[in-house]
């Protein structure tokens, strides 16, 4: 009751007088963000001729390591070796739907196959075109990430994207 005497008592508000019109004060640009030292652009130059000669032998040992699981067809071990990245990418219904219209429309693809799983992948994409990979060359993209090349009548032909994991190497594309 005491609220509505409070409510009720009371004039009339005066008509309030418009706003001043506010300056309109342009905001500086934003500064862009240092780039951490992490984060700089990679030079390739800076790794040595030993750190080069062992990284291709790793990269060729696990190379050849992939052709034999491949040959096996042994998906769980090939699986292994894959980078998180990659198995979301490989996997995704996106990339499987596309994986699938390309093969459809192939004339090398002999039999139709519709790619449901990153397994179908590895079966019908991987086992087919990876048998029998030879690494030639490799280029830096980072300290711990590698291009895989192999060097045909066709040119310099890329195999994988990897990178050095704590878990050994891992292909991320």
Same mark, same amino acid.
């Given at each position: 009751? *005491?609220?509505?005497?409070?409510? +009720?008592?009371?004039?009339? $508000?005066?008509?309030? =007088? $418009? $706003? ?6 342009? &905001? ?9 030292? =992490?984060?700089?652009? *990679?030079?390739?130059? !800076?790794? +040595?001729?030993?750190?080069?000669? /062992? %990284? ?19 998906? &769980?071990? #090939? ?12 996997? +995704?219904?996106? *990339?499987?739907?596309? !994986? %699938?219209?390309?093969?459809?429309? /192939? ?6 196959? @519709?790619?449901? /799983? ?21 280029? *830096?993209? +980072?300290?711990? &990430? @590698?291009?895989?090349?192999?060097? !045909? ?11 050095? !994991? =704590?878990?050994? #190497?891992?292909?991320?594309?």
């Amino acid at each position: 009751m *005491f609220l509505m005497a409070i409510l +009720s008592c009371g004039t009339a $508000p005066e008509p309030a =007088e $418009p $706003p001043a019109a506010v300056e309109a004060v342009p &905001r500086p640009a934003p500064e862009p963000e240092p780039i951490p030292a =992490e984060e700089s652009v *990679f030079d390739p130059n !800076t790794i +040595s001729d030993e750190v080069f000669v /062992s %990284t291709k032998a790793d990269v060729q040992e696990l190379i050849h390591d992939l052709n034999r699981i491949i040959r096996a067809k042994n998906y &769980r071990a #090939w699986v292994a070796h894959l980078g998180e990245e990659y198995i979301k990418e490989k996997g +995704s219904a996106d *990339f499987l739907a596309e !994986t %699938t219209a390309i093969l459809m429309e /192939s004339q090398i693809q002999t039999r139709r196959k @519709v790619l449901n /799983s990153l397994e179908d992948y590895f079966l019908n994409v991987v086992v087919p075109a990876h048998q029998n990979d030879r690494v030639d060359d490799i280029e *830096f993209i +980072s300290e711990d &990430r @590698v291009k895989a090349f192999t060097i !045909t009548e066709k040119g310099r032909l890329r195999l994988y994207d990897l990178e050095n !994991t =704590e878990n050994g #190497w891992k292909i991320i594309n």
